[in-house]
Each structure stands twice: as C-alpha cells, then as structure tokens.
C-alpha cells in the first residue's frame, strides 16, 4: 500500500506559490511501475511543469533550481538507485 508521501509532496507544492518544476526519476521498466508512473501522471497538478528523467536528474537540478521555482524530486531512492541498476545490468551483459 502506497505511503502517500507523493501525494502530500504534491500538496505541499502546489500551495507554495512558486512555478512547481517536477522531476521523476522512475523509469517504466516493469508493468507494475508502468501503472504507478500512470497514476502519479494523472493525479499530478497541471500546472506542474514536469520532466521524467531516469538517469541524470541532476543536470535538471541545476537547469531548472532557481528560488523563483519549487523543485520536487520524485523519488530519491529511485534517484539514486537507478544509475546502480543500469550498471548492474550492463555487467551482467557483459559476463
């Protein structure tokens, strides 16, 4: 069962005033993340300016965190377990 924790980011967010940049880290690399990415988009505020990226959000971190923007990050853990994966799986390749 989901925490909730994006959810309340999301709420947190959008009350603050600030042009809300969204950066998701999720990658759709199974059915079962395929669907929590679809519901994260369709409850996701339209008013959030949204980017989806895997693997180098922290280039978005630098492009888009200005004082005049909200920065919400979804998720660390995906953050920083991507990169780790997708190594993992090219030496598997490899071996």
């Given at each position: ?50 980017r ?12 888009y ?15 920083f ?15």
């Amino acid at each position: 069962m989901p925490s909730g924790k994006s959810s309340f980011a999301e709420e947190y967010a959008a009350g603050s005033g600030k042009k809300v940049v969204y950066i998701a880290t999720a990658a759709a690399e199974d059915p079962e993340m395929q669907r929590r990415i679809e519901k994260h988009r369709w409850r996701r505020p339209s008013a959030f300016f949204t980017r989806e990226e895997p693997l180098h959000s922290e280039k978005l971190l630098g492009e888009y965190g200005r004082a005049v923007n909200f920065i919400l990050l979804d998720c660390l853990t995906v953050f920083f377990s991507n990169p780790l994966l997708r190594d993992y799986k090219l030496t598997q390749v490899k071996n």
